[in-house]
């Protein structure tokens, strides 16, 4: 158990429909990452925050936005879903400043089918 | 474009006997190579890494080793057990938000 904790597991939708992913860091990481993984294809990093600010945008689509809240919980939507969204989705968190590395604890991932 | 490839999807080898997985990159400027294992219904947990300053990275049965010249990095796993089997991501440390870019994993499977 990494300490960080996704909701829900599995999500099932309709093409142009919208969703919230919402993840839990691990006590006192103030980092958490987004990441998309697509079938058979390595992870894709979407965003990050620290501390309740965005630090680093990746492949994040337009329709895809996320935050960062005051208890450090992010959550990340996903808008006008297509066929091609869907994907395992992880969120991971850190401990430390953003441009240093520190190790990214990953959550078990939301599976998100769209039909 | 990826920069970060693992060119087998998959890999079988006997219990007892050596695993080795290798990653190819592309971008020299990378400065910091990881390795992480996911189990299905998990998420990716952290094995093992290496700075670019060096050329090997030894933790009990785990051993990475890189070669820049090459620009190419392999996992030693020695001696293999089946609760090794899993898939295993590479990734690198890149570009001046220092983000991992991942490669697309290697399922291992160990054979008893």
């Known amino acids: 158990d990494s300490g960080v904790t996704q909701t829900p597991k599995h999500l099932i939708t309709a093409t142009g429909q919208r969703v919230t992913l919402r993840c839990s860091p691990r006590s006192g990481d103030l980092s958490v990452y987004w990441y998309q993984q697509s079938l058979d294809q390595g992870l894709q990093f979407l965003i990050q925050y620290y501390n309740g600010e965005e630090r680093a945008k990746g492949n994040i689509l337009e329709r895809f936005s996320a935050q960062q809240f005051p208890d450090l919980h992010s959550e990340l939507n996903l808008s006008s879903l297509e066929l091609g969204d869907s994907a395992l989705y992880f969120c991971?968190?850190?401990?430390?400043?953003?441009?240093?590395?520190?190790?990214?604890?990953f959550g078990p991932g939301t599976r998100l089918t769209v039909l | 474009d990826q920069q970060v490839k693992q060119n087998s999807p998959s890999l079988s080898v006997q219990e007892g006997r050596i695993s080795i997985l290798n990653c190819d990159y592309t971008n020299s400027m990378f400065d910091y190579f990881l390795w992480y294992k996911k189990y299905p219904a998990e998420g990716p947990t952290f094995l093992i890494s290496i700075s670019s300053i060096k050329d090997k990275n030894e933790d009990g049965r785990f051993t990475v080793f890189l070669n820049k010249s090459a620009k190419h990095l392999s996992l030693h796993i020695v001696p293999s057990q089946p609760g090794d089997s899993a898939v295993y991501f590479c990734a690198a440390r890149g570009d001046s938000n220092y983000q991992l870019i991942w490669g697309a994993g290697t399922k291992l499977i160990i054979k008893p």
């Open positions: 991971a968190s850190s401990s430390g400043p953003p441009r240093g590395y520190n190790e990214q604890f």
